[in-house]
């Protein structure tokens, strides 16, 4: 029997041409473990009955009750108001590394885990929204409630490039300012940039009454840096490089490394943040996982 | 203590050592990019203060440079010398030393064309000399030699006494012996053994010269003997390769007959061999050496032909010289190499004799007598003039007939013989003269039994006669005399019918057996008496009653070749000329009851020089110092200066530079050849090789597998570590 997390392993994913595929795939995966789970229809169940009063909707009457006991009741039904989530994934260039041991690159990795959980917002009728950015919003798709909004992200998605500068405050920032509404914004992205900035804006999200979740994701050797030699290290993001011995200097890279994700899990803790750490050669099982959880608590 | 290589051309291999950091500076600059982007972190960390590489890193490099470094050492072999050594050391830090000098004399030591007398034998000796000088007041000193003839072993052993060492080293000289380990090794225990039972506590330091160069050399067997593995040990080696290499050397020249009559020809037989180590080819294939053998007979070149000699074989080449004149015919055959003179050319003589006189004493009844006739046919090709000049004479004639003239005297038809005709035959052999005995039907076996007893002979005639049909048994043709029916079996020796003869013992060791009956006795024998030789048939030649025959040998067809043939063979066969072959600078003893007169004996030697010696006693003594040069030397009588300058000669004696016969030296030429200054000190080129034990290899070889072992460890916990920091 396929376990749930061969269908999320990514070196599988690595395999399968186009983001659809592997979307379908993923949630195949996720629903063959989860078909009973009662996470499912938690929008729809019911609450408690009513007096009936002028003006109710009469399509909410409960008819078998006014036969039992010939009195009108309404039926009440936990907020049957739609979620509206947008998604917030970074395409700067720094998102299209991938190390020799991964198979997919970041923004390859983080397509991934954006079309899972759109697809099953959308499964259970929630509204569903993408922006790509990098050092501002790039393309944006409005929030909508019908199954062509996930074809359009698809197809989004798959014609973006990383490319560009992270910027990712002022992106952010730029985003909050056109959106009114509260929603739940899944961010996703390696983070990379000033720490105290990527956190005053997170914060400021979560300040403004969206509900944020952050995926952080990182390669492989973004987090051992297990180069040996001499190397050159040519910025993604700019005309920068720095050549020097890379196993000498890897003390202080991890130092550095380790420090500015604990910034990030320190500011997200005391923002209610939630924060999953991702390395790219990882299963999805643990962003979806985790992602469930999240929606289950709220 | 100084450190020293076996092999430190080994050392070169440590340049090795620059490969890994080589490979590190290359791979410094040839840095591989690579797109990143996580660079801001890298910012932060440069921000800080520089990080030190990796102390593992540095190790795996220092390793990796030290590994050739080691392996380059352990090639080399190293030892470890607590006292200087080697063929320029001195002994400085010695205290007290027991010096064992090691000399190897053998042949290839020993002088060669080219080294202009600075043989290896002699450089080592120099060398040797120059150590004895430099070591210290109170060191003993021990003398080991190997392969020179003679002395040998341990000629001095362990004395303080300076002087006499130095002595002894110089009077050493190369031999034709084998250098080997095992008897340097007694020696050397033997010297060492002798300042321990005198209760001397002394270091021991062994220095052997030598070539190395013979096949049972084992640096292990002489390192590592049990007992001895405290000693130090030194070893000087001779470079031999800029040497002309080995010489080819004509080692024997001879003939199976001494002397033939004019007209005819004698086979002379040269043999040529490798005097020294033979140099392997590529790929140790064995190169055979190339040379011309040259004969000259009586003054003219007359031959040359190429020879080959394989290795350490013997390359043998035959002549067929023409015997054209009476006298000594000098015969020399030399080869074209460029070795020492000695090596170059050996003499032989040979002499020539107009016709053989045969002198036969018939004291039978037969007429003709068949043994003339037989002979009386021998004619020479294209000339009327007979080979054989026979003379007949009545037995009673024999004790005053003149025999000086004579070469083969046969006695047939005689029943028995006197004391005086036994004393004359007697000195008729013992100067040389021939003998053929036929002992017959009428033969008074006690006379003829004297008769042979005073020749020496070593043969018993038993009593009876054997009857019956018999026939000849060839011995498979291996005599000489009887070798040309060997091919010819028509030729009816095996078919003659022999009806009585006298069976006999031979007892002598030095009889041969020509033929024998089918029945196992001899039928002809031979042996030697004084300087003669004696045939002897046990049936006879020639039948006294031919109504009652012994045998039908006369009538039979093979009888004229067969008595040709003996008369023949008796005539020019080996000549016991041993003693007429000496060498340059030796003394020759001559017997001078070989010469019927008492006037003094005149030696002409090869240059023209005449000696006069007076003959003494029974012997001539021909001093060492009359013979300088080889060649030929004629003995013959005084004549005076109204006879002509030349002696008539008796004996040619040859007077060798007999280098390359193994069995003997050639004391003067070696001699010579070492007295000579070496043209320039190259013994210092030699190489020295120290050991103290094998603590150095040793500690080479565990440094080496530390090595190994530390970059296995430190290639893989590089990763280990680096994984371990990541998780």
């Known amino acids: 029997m396929t376990s749930t997390t061969s269908f999320l392993d990514p070196r599988t994913l690595a395999d399968l041409e186009g983001l659809a595929l592997r979307t379908r795939y993923i949630i195949e995966g996720l629903l063959t473990g989860t078909h009973r789970s009662a996470h499912l229809g938690y929008s729809t169940e019911f609450s408690q009955h009513r007096p009936y009063v002028p003006g109710d909707e009469l399509r909410h009457v409960d008819w078998k009750a006014l036969g039992r006991t010939d009195r009108l009741y309404v039926k009440q039904f936990h907020d049957e108001t739609n979620l509206t989530c947008t998604f917030l994934l970074d395409a700067s260039a720094s998102m299209s590394y991938r190390g020799a041991r991964s198979p997919l690159s970041k923004f390859e990795y983080a397509s991934c885990l954006v079309m899972s959980l759109a697809w099953l917002l959308r499964h259970q009728g929630d509204a569903i929204s993408l922006t790509t950015f990098s050092d501002k919003p790039l393309r944006i798709l409005p929030p909508a409630a019908n199954d062509a909004r996930l074809a ?88 920068e490089s720095m050549s020097l011995d890379a196993e000498s200097w890897r ?35 643990a962003a979806l996982g985790n992602f469930l959880t999240t929606r289950i608590r709220t | 203590m100084n450190l020293l290589f076996a092999q430190p051309w080994m050392l070169l291999w440590a340049v090795a050592a620059l490969i890994p950091l080589i490979l590190y500076l290359l791979r410094k600059r040839t840095a591989r990019t690579v797109q990143w982007g996580a660079i801001q972190f890298l910012q932060t960390a440069s921000r800080g203060p520089a990080p030190r590489p990796p102390w593992r890193r540095l190790l795996l490099l220092l390793t990796r440079i030290a590994i050739p470094v080691v392996v380059a050492l352990a090639a080399a072999t190293p030892g470890c010398l607590q006292t200087s050594g080697g063929a320029a050391g001195n002994f400085a830090d010695s205290v007290a030393t027991h010096h064992i000098f090691v000399f190897d004399l053998s042949g290839s030591m020993g002088p060669r064309a080219g080294d202009h007398g600075a043989s290896p034998a002699r450089q080592s000796i120099e060398a040797a000399l120059q150590q004895l000088s430099a070591a210290q007041q109170g060191d003993l000193f021990s003398v080991i030699t190997c392969g020179a003839a003679a ?12 002087e006499r060492a130095s002595n002894v080293m110089r009077n050493l000289q190369a031999g034709y012996g084998t250098f080997r380990t095992q008897t340097v090794m007694n020696a050397v225990a033997q010297s060492i053994d002798q300042t321990s039972q005198r209760g001397l506590n002394v270091d021991h330091q062994i220095i052997i010269y030598s070539d190395f160069a013979v096949a049972d050399w084992s ?104 015997v054209d004149r009476n006298g000594s015919i000098p015969v020399t055959a030399r080869i074209d190499d460029s070795g ?46 007979p ?105 009816g020796l095996l078919d003659v019918p022999i009806y009585r003869y006298h069976p006999t013992v031979l007892t002598g060791p030095e009889i041969d057996r020509i033929l024998n009956y089918d029945d196992g006795h001899a039928a002809i024998a031979t042996f030697a008496a004084g300087q003669g030789r004696v045939a002897l048939t046990t049936t006879p030649l020639v039948a006294a009653d031919p109504d009652s025959p012994w045998n039908n040998l006369p009538a039979w067809w093979s009888y004229v070749p067969l008595v040709n043939e003996l008369v023949f063979w008796l005539f020019a066969g080996e000549d016991s000329d041993a003693n007429r072959t000496s060498l340059v600078g030796q003394g ?123 970059e296995w460890a430190l290639a893989s916990r590089t990763v280990i570590a680096v994984r371990k920091e990541a998780s």
């Open chain 2, 219 to 322: 640096d292990e067997d002489f390192l590592s003997p049990a007992g001895l593995d405290e000693i130090t040990k030194t070893c000087a080696l001779v470079d031999r390769s800029a040497e002309p290499g080995p010489n080819l050397a004509i080692s024997d020249l001879r003939t199976s007959a001494g002397r033939s009559t004019v007209g005819q020809s004698i086979i002379v037989e040269a043999s040529v061999r490798v005097l020294g180590q033979a140099s392997p080819g590529p790929d140790n294939t064995v190169v055979p050496r190339k040379t011309n053998v040259e004969l000259i007979v009586d003054g003219v070149l007359v031959a040359r032909r190429p020879l080959n000699v394989i290795g350490s074989e013997i390359g043998t080449i035959s002549f067929d010289v023409p």
């Open chain 1, 251 to 285: 003390e202080a890279y991890l130092h550095a490394f380790n420090e500015f994700n604990q910034q990030i899990r320190l500011a997200c803790r005391q923002s209610s943040i939630d924060l999953c750490q991702l390395i790219t050669d990882e299963p999805l099982a």
């Open chain 1, 152 to 239: 359009e992200m698809i197809e989004l998605i798959e014609s973006t490039i990383p490319a560009g500068p992270s910027v990712i405050d002022v992106a952010l920032r730029t985003w909050a300012s056109g959106v009114g509404r509260r929603q739940l914004v899944v961010v996703v992205s390696d983070l990379f940039g000033d720490a105290g900035k990527v956190t005053h804006v997170l914060g400021d999200l979560d300040r403004f009454g969206h509900e944020v979740i952050v995926f952080q994701l990182c390669d492989r050797d973004e987090v051992e840096f297990p180069f040996e030699q001499h190397t050159c290290f040519a910025d993604l993001e700019s005309p």
């Open chain 2, 588 to 710: 020759l003893v001559v017997d001078a009851s070989e010469f019927p007169f008492s006037q003094r004996i005149e030696i002409r030697h090869s240059n023209g020089d005449v000696n006069f010696v007076s003959p003494n006693a029974d012997t001539i003594f021909v001093e060492p110092h009359q013979v300088v040069e080889p060649g030929f030397v004629e003995i013959g009588a005084d004549q005076g200066e109204t006879a002509g300058a030349s002696p008539a000669p008796l004996f040619a004696f040859n007077f060798d530079l007999q280098e390359s016969d193994t069995q003997s030296v050639d004391v003067g030429a070696l001699q010579s050849r070492l007295n000579q200054e070496p043209a320039s000190s190259d013994f210092g080129q030699a190489k020295s090789i120290g050991y103290r034990d094998r603590w150095p290899l040793q500690l080479c070889l565990a440094m080496l597998l530390m090595l190994l072992v530390v």
């Open chain 2, 151 to 162: 002395p040998t072993g341990l000629v001095v052993a362990a004395t303080a006494d300076r």
């Open chain 2, 387 to 491: 080979v054989v000049e026979l003379a007949t004479i009545e037995p009673s004639q024999l004790a005053t007939a003149r025999l000086d003239r004579a070469d083969v005297i046969t006695l047939t038809g005689m029943s028995s013989i006197d004391e005086s005709q036994r004393k004359t035959l007697v000195e008729f052999t013992r100067r040389g003269g021939r003998l053929l005995i036929s002992l017959g039907e009428i033969a008074e076996r006690a006379t003829w039994q004297a008769l042979l007893d005073d020749l020496g002979a070593g043969v018993e005639i038993t009593d009876g006669i054997q009857q019956g049909d018999f026939g000849f048994d060839p011995l498979e043709f291996e005599h000489p005399a009887i070798g040309a029916f060997r091919d010819f079996p028509d030729a």
């Open chain 2, 340 to 385: 020492l003179l000695a090596d170059d050319q050996r003499h032989l003589v040979i002499v020539g004799q107009a016709a053989i006189q045969v002198l036969v004493v018939d004291g039978g009844n037969q007429s003709p007598n068949p043994l003339i006739t037989a002979l009386s046919g021998t004619d020479k090709q294209g000339s009327d003039k």
